[in-house]
């Protein structure tokens, strides 16, 4: 039977309690993480959301009632009264002596995925345990990191004039005019969820002029790689009275003070994920390739075939990272394979567009905007979209719309390259793929 939390509350988190509190007593609340039992001495390394501390547990020191009750298996949830004790060779130099404990719940006795640290289980395994595998020190640290980066954007960004906006996730046509749709019953209507913010945050920029956008987004595509989702999370920026090049420039600063502010604040888990030395500040500004540059390197350097107005294939990309293994953008792509809300260059056979590439990974696209109506109009027919299904957006380019230019980062592609993870589905707490709806 579990014992009741009644009115024990937490007095700290274990990243509160030093060495100067010795003698001080503190409620714990957590997990347990790892034990040892030597017989007449008992170690538990309590663990909760900031880290761990060592709590002690001596026969003679500790009552025998408390003793006995300390027979614990991984992950039982815990919480402790006691004392505070310098210890140099315990986590953060100390150690807790308790003099109550309470058992909050319990677990089996062979969890489904390994949590001690000493290995990593198989992806699938640790997914479809996510809560549980969430716990682990190295997930700890993945998901600050990527807490850092959200919270950095956003100053970033605030202390730049932009507004943070919310923009319908629930849309009755595709923003893109892509087929890459979750369709849904909306009532007695098909509706569908939104691929990206794009067309909103554009008329929101003729209202708020700098707009910026934290929010998932969905594509019904079903790709099984190592770096596609169906739910994203998304960073959408839009400026008015701006065109790429703005959006160039504040990007690369964005991306330069994000890392600055993990390396000031989440150097700790930047350590334990070995990336302290991976991780670093990038020199600005970034290198801009234009689209046929890069093309010709890889034809003429790899010998991968790549014609004009095509995409360049992951095969390419690889390889490039060789001689590109840091930051740098692609611009000026051909007009034929962009959304028809990107700007054509004054040569019509490019558009004002880029791609901000990490190594091999693309994180980020984006460009200056079309903000004449009947330009777009003309657009959206080249596509073969119907411009009756824009109307309401098309509306708003009667009133006043500025010039403006914006991007969409995938924040999940980001983590994962600042913690050096293998697959995208580690930097989100629950995945969504084609292949996995649960948990």
């Given at each position: ?95 807790i ?22 290995s ?57 005019g892509?087929t ?14 939104t ?31 190592k770096?596609?989702l ?66 010709e ?13 095509e ?23 051909p ?23 990490k ?62 993870l ?14 996995r709806?649960?948990?």
């Open positions: 039977m579990s014992d009741d939390l009644s009115d024990w509350r937490k007095t700290h988190y274990t990243v509160d309690v030093s060495a100067e509190m010795e003698g001080e007593e503190i409620i714990l609340g957590g997990w347990v993480r790892n034990w040892r039992d030597l017989g007449g001495l008992k170690f538990i390394n309590l663990q909760d959301k900031y880290g761990e501390r060592q709590i002690t547990i001596k026969k003679g020191v500790v009552s025998d009632e408390l003793f006995e009750k300390t027979d614990f298996r991984y992950q039982y949830c815990i919480m402790v009264k006691g004392k505070v004790k310098a210890f140099k060779k315990a986590p953060g130099g100390v150690e002596i308790p003099s109550e404990l309470k058992i909050l719940n319990k677990t089996p006795e062979k969890l489904p995925i390994d949590m001690t640290g000493e990593i289980s198989a992806l699938d395994l640790r997914l479809d345990n996510r809560a549980l595998d969430l716990r682990s020190l190295r997930n700890q640290a993945i998901f600050r990191i990527r807490g850092q980066v959200l919270r950095s954007i956003r100053l970033f960004l605030f202390e730049r004039d932009f507004t943070e906006i919310t923009t319908p996730k629930i849309i009755g046509s595709a923003t893109e892509g890459e749709l979750f369709p849904i019953m909306y009532f007695d209507r098909e509706a569908f969820l691929q990206s913010a794009q067309l909103y945050k554009e008329q929101l920029s003729g209202v708020y002029e700098r707009v910026f956008e934290l929010s998932p987004c969905f594509r019904a595509e079903k790709s099984h790689t770096r596609h169906c739910e994203i999370f998304m960073l959408d920026i839009e400026m008015a009275f701006a065109d790429m090049s703005d959006v160039l420039k504040i990007l690369e600063e964005l991306i330069y003070n994000v890392i600055k502010d993990i390396r000031e604040y989440e150097w700790e888990s930047l350590k334990f994920l070995n990336m302290e030395k991976i991780t670093t500040l990038p020199e600005v500004p970034f290198p801009r390739y234009k689209y046929e540059e890069i093309v390197l890889i034809n003429n350097n790899f010998k991968i075939p790549i014609e004009f107005g995409d360049i294939p992951t095969e390419a990309y690889r390889q490039l990272e060789e001689e590109l293994p840091g930051y740098y953008y692609i611009t000026h792509w007009m034929e394979i962009k959304p028809f809300y990107i700007m054509p260059s004054e040569d019509p056979k490019y558009s004002e567009s880029f791609d901000l590439q190594g091999w990974l693309e994180l980020c696209s984006g460009g200056t905007r079309v903000h004449d109506k009947e330009m777009l109009m003309r657009a959206l027919e080249d596509k073969g979209l119907n411009p009756e299904s824009f109307k309401s957006h098309l509306n708003i380019f009667d009133y006043g719309l500025p010039p403006h230019a914006g991007m969409g980062l995938g924040i999940a592609r980001w983590v994962a390259i600042l913690c050096g293998e697959d995208v589905r580690e930097a989100v707490m629950y995945p969504r793929t084609p292949d709806l649960q948990p």
